[in-house]
């Protein structure tokens, strides 16, 4: 009887061990488990599997600052903008259905929200709060992947990138 008690003993300090091990990385960087960090839009479809393209008008306004894709099945991107001139940076998530690719996307409060039209599709406009107390706006609308855009400007400014985004990327 006490080998068995033993052995369960050593077994389940052993899967606890690994399972801590298997998680050191993702504290490390910061990152879901599964993603990784990527140097371009094009190393993003690769990694991911998704078509992931900027329209012509925000691929000039606006580069890539911090881009992160989540390997399939659970494909995701997670992409920060910041302008090339004057004017607000923002972020743009596109995720599957899966849970983990919802990591990528951390969930935030929303203290008011209406429902909107961008390019023809239903969608959400959210007003949300960060930990740090900041005040940002939350455009979210669903094709066959689930896209939100979170944008700190005027709220006319968040609709018409989220209709210049959604023509390319339904």
């Not at 033993?6 to 993603?35: K, N, Y």
């Not at 995701?76 to 001139?85: E, H």
């Not at 990591?103 to 429902?115: D, N, R, T, V, Y």
């Amino acid at each position: 009887m006490k080998a068995w008690l033993h052995m369960i003993l050593t077994l389940g300090i052993l899967a606890c061990a690994l399972r801590t091990a298997d998680a050191v990385p993702q504290w490390i960087s910061g990152l879901p488990r599964g993603s990784v960090r990527v140097s371009d839009l094009q190393e993003a479809q690769q990694v991911s599997g998704l078509a992931i393209q900027l329209p012509p008008t925000i691929a000039a306004s606006y580069r890539p600052q911090k881009i992160v894709a989540l390997h399939p099945p659970a494909a995701g991107v997670a992409i920060t903008l910041q302008p090339v001139a004057e004017g607000h940076g923002f972020s743009l998530y596109r995720l599957s259905s899966a849970k983990r690719a919802q990591g990528l996307l951390s969930p935030l409060p929303a203290f008011h929200e209406i429902k909107v039209q961008v390019a023809g599709r239903p969608a959400q406009l959210r007003a949300v709060r960060a930990p740090d107390g900041t005040v940002t706006q939350e455009l979210e609308w669903q094709g066959w992947l689930r896209t939100v855009v979170r944008f700190q400007g005027p709220t006319l400014e968040l609709l018409s990138l989220g209709e210049k985004l959604a023509t390319v990327m339904p």
